[in-house]
């Protein structure tokens, strides 16, 4: 017979639950182990890695147009994972974020130069308004598809991405070359009545992402539209069970998600870029992703890490120009935390164990 | 016939745990060849992990296996196959559109066979054992208890000396069950061991030679089965005496609630799932359904539910017509479905969500407005915990973590909080213990007693036709005949349940 009586040395055993006091202690440990990370790699680039992330911190807070510089970047960042959050919530794989948010800045950049003579605050609200309903509808498209056919949204959503973007590249080389522009392809840069005001030295655009993050919680968690989107993401045959329209339930919740990604694309346009560039989400539909995640689709949460991430771009822009690091070590940074969060999942569900000899 | 004088199986103080969880603990247990030994216990009393511990699904956290008097350690499957264990599983692992002989070799080490010499080998084998088996016959044309020789043939082939069992009745009718203690029988006499694992006692009674009996991950004690009766056993299995008694409140007054007239349905994949079933179900009755599992329980609960669209036929409420009404529609109309299907969970309550949500499933619409006003539904939470004698740290720990026996009482007790006139009940006590199964009963019959209509989808024979006023069975989507459960026998059933139609049997007219 055989006699290979190898044993396991180290194995994984489940644990059946944590309490979240011991959650939340190792996701902290996470991120401190992901910033030591860091510290390695900037070490191996010849650099002190406190002195690198003081100049991240300091950079993004050192004065008071440092710390406008940050909350702009995050100003995007919050309200588009604010709106993947709610697809997700739903299990609704909304990779689209990109292409919602431009499609929201076409549509409310065509009022801004081409209605520019109403009334200031008439035409913020339209552009707003029409920045909610293009992005809504760039939603709705795989949503329509897949509570019809059951399409995968993963791709269908990614796809619509690129077809906006070229929207734009189209607009920009045709029907809405800025006749000044001598030549050069670009849209014309949008009238200052079609500009969004400032409030502290910022784009009001904080305030309603500030709002947007209340009434998202509220929305999940309070109301029931948001016990529907839980029991759908749950389990499509229960909600059927309880009554539940399902197909009403993706194509509302899509419309909501890639809506508040339109607002983003609108408040981008007329707030910070004050035009439209095919950069207008330049990736922020993507981080969202990220950050949403991280988060743990809770609108607070979302929150708190879009606040963080935005310090670590704002603060990496600073380190380009003092050292001159490349801003894409914000991404090799971002890459580490995000590895290092979701790694501590394992061990949320999992331990090791040596294995003892038994057989008294 | 023993081959040598070592146990076949010797187990030393073996323990597993799943988190704080402790699934066995310091199990010593031996098994000789020529022998049949039955493990009985409650689900989740750690029968399954044991087992799987043998056959190299798990690996103990302490402890040792001696095989053959060897110590041996068993990292993975293929060891254990090996060694000689075979382990039959509760759901097969056939591939369909293979021919037995195919699924019989598959996987399995050694050149090319010719295919008459194979069907030599495997004809041999079966006359052996007294396995009926047809080598061409594809599995998707078999019966269930075809599909399961097919998987004992699998582990003979294979050189198993050792054979284990994980409830392999209950996919059978009684008169499978009866072919198959048969073959066990056989099997023993040729000097194999055989560990079959079950929490029917009229089972282990009938075939096995020893009985070891686990309660809580313990095995409490080893009795031979001669020496022994149902009564010990259960109240070895239970830790102490029960009576089995199910009651069958008497109730006046029935009238017709719902009439289901020539109602066939079609599966997605157009396969019958229903064929031209003709019931009435009565208000203070219960009317238990019987039929091996896929026999159209599930399209019948769920066409009624309005979750289905039915072909033909029509579902009368108060005859009024509910097909093409939508869930909601229906569940207004007070007609309350509980499915409880394998996993537990299903689609009656939400895992990740906790008791207070749970409670909303259904009724969260009627809240006026877009908020949702949680008092009331965290008021009837409490009140389960109490009435139900749930167990659980709190109103707001997600349902997921409570046990199996704990969620059906969640789920069933929103169901009759809800005050239903016709409710439908699938699998009620799957895979509860003994004690929490008669809180179950209870309830249904408390139900009955308030002239609710109850439809009982079981599994269990003996519960069916102590519960049941009435027992329709379904075979194969169609209706074999209703019979009084006070008349009828098991045999009658289990003929029914494998195709015999009882023309003209409705107790009710």
């Known amino acids: 017979m055989n006699n290979r009586s190898h044993t396991p040395f180290i194995r994984t055993v489940k644990i059946s639950e944590r309490s979240s006091k011991d959650t939340l202690k190792i996701r902290i440990a996470a991120f401190v182990l992901a910033l030591a990370a860091g510290g390695i790699f900037m070490l191996l680039l010849g650099y002190n890695p406190f002195e690198l992330y003081g100049t991240i911190i300091s950079g993004a807070f050192r004065s008071k147009m440092a710390f406008q510089a940050t909350v702009k970047f995050m100003i995007p960042l919050l309200m588009s994972s604010l709106g993947v959050a709610m697809a997700f919530k739903m299990r609704f794989w909304n990779i689209g974020a990109e292409g919602q948010i431009i499609v929201g800045a076409v549509c409310a950049s065509y009022f801004a130069l081409f209605h520019n003579n109403w009334p200031h605050f008439l035409l913020l609200i339209v552009m707003f308004a029409a920045g909610a309903i293009g992005g809504g509808l760039w939603g709705l498209i795989p949503a329509y598809f897949k509570s019809k056919y059951d399409t995968n949204e993963t791709l269908f959503t990614l796809m619509l991405n690129y077809i906006a973007l070229h929207i734009i590249t189209y607009l920009r080389d045709g029907p809405w070359k800025d006749p000044d522009s001598s030549g050069f392809p670009k849209i014309a840069r949008f009238a200052a009545n079609a500009q969004i005001d400032k409030v502290f030295g910022v784009h009001f655009g904080w305030i309603i992402a500030l709002i947007l993050v209340i009434i998202v919680f509220i929305y999940l968690k309070y109301t029931k539209h948001g016990y529907e989107i839980s029991v759908v993401g749950e389990s499509k045959s229960t909600a059927k069970y309880a009554g539940m329209d399902v197909k009403r339930v993706i194509l509302r919740t899509m419309i909501l998600s890639g809506g508040i990604c339109g607002i983003t694309g609108m408040i981008q346009a007329a707030g910070s870029d004050m035009t439209l560039a095919s950069s207008v989400a330049g990736g922020v539909g993507f981080t969202a992703i990220i950050v949403s995640w991280l988060a743990y689709l809770n609108p607070f949460g979302i929150l708190l890490v879009s606040f963080l991430f935005s310090i670590l771009d704002k603060g990496s822009s600073v380190m380009q120009s003092a050292y001159g690091l490349s801003t894409y070590f914000a991404s090799v940074l971002q890459g580490i935390i995000l590895f290092f969060i979701l790694g501590c999942e394992f061990f949320i569900r999992y331990k090791f164990v040596l294995t003892k000899k038994g057989g008294k | ?509």
């Open chain 2, 1 to 509: 016939m023993k081959t040598n004088d070592y146990y076949a199986i010797e187990l030393k103080g073996i323990t597993k745990s799943f988190g704080k969880v402790i699934a066995n603990e310091d199990i010593n247990l031996e098994i000789k060849y020529g022998e049949i030994l039955a493990l009985l216990g409650e689900n989740g009393s750690g029968k399954t992990t044991l087992m799987n511990i043998l056959s190299g699904i798990y690996y103990a956290d302490e402890g040792t296996i001696f095989i053959d008097g060897k110590e041996v350690s068993i990292t993975n499957p293929h060891e254990a196959i090996d060694l000689g264990i075979g382990m039959i599983h509760q759901h097969f692992k056939l591939v369909e559109v293979f021919s037995s002989m195919d699924n019989i070799v598959l996987g399995t080490k050694g050149k090319y066979v010719k295919s008459s010499a194979l069907k030599e080998e495997v004809l041999n084998m079966s006359n052996k054992f007294g396995l009926e088996i047809v080598p061409d016959k594809k599995i998707y044309d078999m019966s269930v208890s075809e599909k399961q020789t097919v998987e004992i043939m699998k582990v003979l082939y294979r050189g198993a000396k050792i054979l284990i069992l994980d409830e392999p009745t209950s996919v059978l009718t009684p008169q499978e069950i009866e072919k198959l203690f048969i073959i066990l029988r056989k099997m023993k006499e040729q000097g194999n061991a055989i560990i079959i694992i079950t929490h029917k006692l009229h089972e282990v009674l009938a075939i096995s030679d020893r009985v070891a009996i686990l309660r809580k991950g313990k095995v409490v004690d080893t009795v031979n089965t001669k020496e022994s009766n149902e009564k010990q056993l259960t109240e070895l299995m239970v830790g102490r005496p029960i009576n089995l008694k199910i009651s069958r409140p008497e109730t006046k007054k029935r009238k017709t609630v719902l009439k289901v007239v020539d109602l066939s349905v079609a599966n997605e994949d157009g396969t019958i799932g229903l064929n031209n079933i003709n019931f009435k179900l009565k208000s203070g009755e219960i009317l238990g359904v019987a039929g091996v599992a896929g026999s159209g329980q599930r399209e019948l609960c769920e066409t009624i539910a309005g979750l289905m669209d039915a072909k033909t036929g029509a579902v009368l409420y108060n005859k009024e017509n509910i097909i093409g009404k939508t869930p909601d529609e229906i569940i207004n109309l007070g007609i309350s479905m509980s499915f409880v299907p394998e996993d537990r969970l299903g689609m009656g309550l939400v895992g990740s969500m906790d008791m207070v949500d749970n409670m909303l499933l259904k009724s969260y619409k009627k809240n006026k407005g877009a908020i949702i006003d949680k008092k009331p539904s965290r008021k009837l939470a409490e009140e389960l915990i109490d009435k139900l004698s749930i167990t659980t740290p709190g109103v707001e720990t997600p349902v997921r973590m409570l046990s199996g026996g704990n969620v059906q009482k969640v789920l069933l007790g929103r169901e009759i909080e809800s005050e239903p006139n016709v409710l439908i009940t699938a699998y009620p006590v799957r895979g509860l213990d003994i004690n929490s199964s008669y809180i179950i009963y209870d309830l249904l019959n408390e139900q009955k007693k308030k002239n609710v209509a109850i439809l009982f989808i079981g599994e269990d024979l003996d519960v069916l036709l102590e519960l049941s006023d009435r027992i329709m069975v379904l075979c194969h989507g169609e209706l074999m005949g209703i019979v009084d459960a006070k008349k009828t026998t098991k045999e009658e059933i289990g003929l029914m349940m494998a195709g015999r139609k009882m023309e003209g049997v409705d107790s009710d007219e």
